[in-house]
């Protein structure tokens, strides 16, 4: 595609259920990564994929966290029995093989009710 | 502990007038910088880089970035200041042990009058 494009744009959940937010890079990306963005604590990183591995899961904040990629493409991340500090936009970005430049999707608004 | 300070929180100021953002990055070494800008509902869109070389860099919509080495700062500029650029602007540091995760600062809101 064009951009990065995450769905949903936005989703409000219940606290205790589980949420999956999906994140298709842009074509021909190897890298991409899961970012949050909250009012307390800024943006955060998570996790960055190369290919369908994940060699740096240090940004994952709980054990309720993971995230996988399927096929050199398609992330998944999926927050088990939410919390209401989940509540964020959920940023995704993509880049080239060996290069820095990073390619951001617009985000999934996530709100724990 | 490596940090990115954005010391405005929020900066107003008016249409056509010149505008400086500051950033200032604590590392050992030089790492990559980078100045990104997000719109209300919108992602975070790159305005420049600087890798190495030439310590003043262009960007799109009339930007441009220095980087002093001695002052570990990579301010934003921009000499004439439009109403479509009010959006909040990120500074960020790239230290290259995982290429491309970015460590960023807590931004600063820019509102822009006419």
């Known amino acids: 595609g064009a951009g990065v494009s995450q769905s949903p744009s936005n989703k409000v959940t219940e606290k205790g259920k589980d949420v999956e937010l999906r994140c298709d890079p842009i074509s021909g990306h190897t890298a991409l990564y899961w970012y949050r963005q909250s009012l307390g604590q800024g943006l955060e990183f998570l996790i960055y994929f190369q290919g369908n591995s994940a060699p740096d899961k240090s940004g994952l904040p709980s054990d309720r966290f993971s995230a996988e990629r399927t096929g050199g493409s398609v992330s998944t991340l999926t927050i088990q029995r939410t919390q209401q500090e989940d509540s964020a936009v959920y940023l995704c970005?993509?880049?080239?093989?060996?290069?820095?430049?990073?390619?951001f999707g617009q985000g999934t608004r996530l709100t724990v009710v | 502990a490596q940090s990115v300070t954005q010391p405005d929180i929020h900066i107003t100021v008016s249409e056509g007038a010149s505008l400086e953002l500051r950033c200032n990055y604590s590392?050992?070494?030089?790492?990559?910088l980078f100045w990104y800008v997000q719109s209300p509902g919108q992602g975070l869109q790159l305005l420049l880089k600087y890798f190495s070389g030439d310590t003043l860099v262009q960007g799109i919509k009339g930007f441009e970035a220095e980087f002093k080495r001695s002052q570990s700062s990579f301010n934003l500029r921009k000499p004439s200041v439009h109403w479509s650029d009010a959006a909040e602007y990120f500074c960020a540091v790239e230290r290259g042990a995982t290429l491309g995760r970015l460590y960023f600062g807590r931004g600063t809101q820019l509102t822009v009058w006419p």
């Open positions: 970005a993509s880049s080239p093989a060996g290069d820095t430049e990073a390619f």
């Open positions: 590392y050992g070494a030089t790492p990559y």
